[in-house]
Each structure stands twice: as structure tokens, then as C-alpha cells.
């Protein structure tokens, strides 16, 4: 008797605690799905999409709306840990191209930032591809048709140079910010740009002799991700695209 009546305590003692479980997820949705109502509506949907929870290893443990990652907890100020991915897309004359993001971007709207920044989805099967960063790769070949315009038979998933992965976190304007696992992807090669006005507001190439002029000169801020590349390992990688081979590390992850 008395190991029934622990077992039925245990039992009830689990259900409550999925019960909060639950209810906290559900709370913390509703008021991430709050937070978009006053946004683009094409953008809002976006936010639906599952991105994919890891660990600080990169260990997929799950699955989580675009909402629900970029949402700043107001309690705790954290963000949940994801998967991303950042091209930098450079043509045959080594010129590098960036974007301004549109100002119906939820997250760091009207900002200067490399060629392509997203995430693998969870929702698409082959994009949870782990080997050889396939899923990244599939993503980046998606995101670059969607926000660009490239056709996707100009550019395939093995045409991009896999060199690390960073991790890092900001609070963005307090209430959409960014925490992510993001793979940096180089790209050479020239492509048909038509942008997509809902994400993109400008796209131009940039020398490498003029990058320090061009960036004092923005007249909008930089995304936190592309400032952080630029001042600890872009200048080096550009200096080196023909060896770009010297300075992979898939191993480690770095933490800024």
C-alpha cells in the first residue's frame, strides 16, 4: 500500500510539473504572438517557422517558433539557444556584397549586414541534415532564392565554403534580440540578384580597400552578428579567399 500511495504522489508530482511545463510554453507563445500583431503580416507568418533549438555544443534538442527564439524573456532577459547561418557572398572580381534589411524586418529592422543571415528550419526535413552542414546548406541555397532573388540552380549546396561556427547573443531592442549557433558560409561566384523588397531595402558590393571607409560612412546601424564577423575575422578571411581551406575550424565553436 504504502508503494502505491508513492507511486500515485510521484505520478501527481509529474503531471503537475508537466502541467507548468505546458502552461509556461503556452504563456510564453501567447505573448510572443502578441508582440507581432502590430507588424507586417507577411513578416509575422514568418515567425511561425521552427527553428532548431541546440544546446551550447550544437546538439539539436528540439524545435521552437522564429517568434519564441528572438522573443527577449522580460524576466530573465535571455533568448533561446538556435541554429543559424550567415553567407558571405563575394563575386569573381572578390567584391563582397551586403544588404540593408527592410524596415518590415521584426528582428534589427533597416540595418547594413552580410549577404544572407537565417536559420535551417525544423520544419524541413532535409535542412535537419547534420553531416557535412547539408542542412545549413540546403537552408542558405532556400534563403538566398527568397531574400535575393538567385535562382536556385546558380548556386548549389556544395558551391559553399563551411568555415566555423560562432556563438554569441544580443538583446537586440529588448524585446526581439538574437542567441544563436551561426554557421559562417562563404560563397564565390557571380549570380542574378532581383532582391525581395519585404526583406531586403539594398544590396551593393563593396571592395575590400573601401570596407573601413564604407562601413564609418552607414547611415544605419550594422546587425550584431556581421559587426562582430567584421571586427574579429572577416578582413582576414577576405584577404584570403583563395585559401580559404587554411582557416576552417569545425570543430570548435567560438563564443563571443
Known amino acids: 500500500m504504502l508503494t502505491t500511495r508513492f507511486n500515485i504522489a510521484a505520478r501527481l508530482q509529474l503531471l503537475r ?5 505546458i502552461l509556461g510554453k503556452q504563456k510564453e507563445t501567447a505573448a ?18 521552427q527553428c532548431i533549438l541546440v544546446d551550447e555544443h550544437d ?34 572580381k572578390g567584391e563582397m556584397l551586403i544588404q540593408r534589411r527592410s524596415l518590415q524586418k ?27 552542414a547539408q542542412g545549413v546548406r540546403l537552408a542558405a541555397q532556400r534563403r538566398l532564392n ?3 532573388g538567385i535562382p536556385t540552380e546558380e548556386i548549389q549546396p556544395e558551391d559553399f565554403h563551411y568555415l566555423t561556427r560562432i556563438h554569441y547573443a544580443h538583446p537586440g531592442d529588448g524585446i526581439w534580440g538574437e542567441h544563436e549557433i551561426d554557421y559562417i558560409l562563404f560563397l564565390k561566384k557571380d549570380v542574378t540578384l532581383k532582391p525581395n523588397d519585404n526583406e531586403v531595402s539594398e544590396v551593393r558590393y563593396l571592395k ?19 559587426e562582430l564577423i567584421l571586427r574579429h575575422r572577416l578582413k582576414q578571411w577576405w584577404d584570403n579567399l583563395h585559401k580559404l581551406h587554411k582557416f576552417e575550424d569545425l570543430q570548435k565553436i567560438e563564443r563571443f
Open 106 to 132: 521584426i528582428t534589427f529592422p533597416d540595418t547594413y549586414t552580410n549577404a544572407c543571415c537565417s536559420h535551417p528550419l525544423h520544419d524541413i526535413e532535409q535542412e535537419r541534415l547534420e553531416s557535412n
Open 17 to 21: 510539473s508537466y502541467s507548468t511545463t
Open 208 to 226: 575590400r580597400e573601401e570596407i573601413d571607409d564604407v562601413v564609418s560612412k552607414f547611415n544605419a546601424p550594422m546587425t550584431p552578428w556581421f
Open 59 to 92: 546538439k539539436a534538442i528540439g524545435a521552437a517558433s522564429k517568434a519564441d527564439c528572438h522573443r527577449v524573456d522580460p524576466e530573465t532577459n535571455s533568448l533561446k539557444l538556435h541554429r543559424a547561418f550567415s553567407v558571405f557572398l563575394f563575386n569573381t
Open 146 to 148: 527568397y531574400e535575393l
Open 32 to 49: 510572443a504572438a502578441a508582440a507581432l500583431k502590430s507588424h507586417d503580416p507577411l513578416q509575422a507568418h514568418a515567425m511561425k517557422e
